[in-house]
T-cell receptor
């Protein structure tokens, strides 16, 4: 069965420091991968997605992610974190035929210290 | 871009009553809508998938008689929590897919349900 693992439940990063959030997926074929951000009490905002092509994907708010098939990973990165980046981050995979629902990881809470 | 709205954004109801949550795609027609439930500090769990004009497909463990889903038009899906109990208190999020061959979903802002 398809699954998504986000190994880090909570990460604290100093403002201005770099960030990497880990995501590993389990799926036999090429997955469609997403990163979403959720602020408290809010819905999900799409940061970026990978469907095919260049394995380094640029997203909004200065985020990027790299798809590594050999490691079954799709880690999210940002070179310099801002206090407003503090939120919950979810990695998700769409696996199987088009039209199926997303499978979400358990999420990583990002705290930003000043 | 594609916008999905939910109404209400939060609702408090008494135990035993029913609550209806609406999910609308504002600038596109949604062939498929999904309903998720999110407990505090947890991930989103898919409850059901609804396609316009057909019955919803519920995930294992989700009571279809308790969580009634109607997708009457290409822009509106509703989730009715019937005979609500405190354990139904949660954050409910809908998402919509524009094309049946698309993997991308657009999420609504969520509805916080509190049952007292």
């Amino acid at each position: 069965a398809q699954s998504v693992t986000q190994p880090d439940i909570h990460i604290t990063v100093s403002e201005g420091a770099s960030l990497e959030l880990r995501c590993n997926y389990s799926y036999g074929a090429t997955p469609y991968l997403f990163w979403y951000v959720q602020s408290p009490g809010q819905g999900l905002q799409l940061l970026l997605k990978y469907f095919s092509g260049d394995t380094l994907v640029q997203g909004i708010k200065g985020f990027e992610a790299e798809f590594k098939r050999s490691q079954s990973s799709f880690n999210l990165r940002k070179p310099s974190v801002h206090w407003s980046d503090a939120a919950e981050y979810f990695c998700a995979v769409a696996a199987g035929q088009a039209g199926t629902a997303l499978i979400f990881g358990k999420g990583t809470t990002l705290s930003v210290s000043s | 871009g594609a916008v999905v709205s939910q109404h209400p954004s939060w609702v408090i109801c008494k135990s035993g009553t029913s609550v209806k949550i609406e999910c609308r795609s504002l600038d596109f027609q949604a062939t498929t809508m999904f309903w998720y439930r999110q407990f505090p500090k947890q991930s989103l769990m898919l409850m059901a998938t609804s396609n316009e004009g057909s019955k919803a497909t519920y995930e294992q463990g989700v009571e279809k008689d308790k969580f009634l889903i109607n997708h009457a038009s290409l822009t509106l899906s509703t989730l009715t929590v019937t005979s609500a109990h405190p354990e139904d208190s949660s954050f409910y999020i809908c998402s919509a897919r524009e094309r049946s061959d698309s993997y991308e979903q657009y999420f609504g802002p969520g509805t916080r349900l509190t049952v007292t």
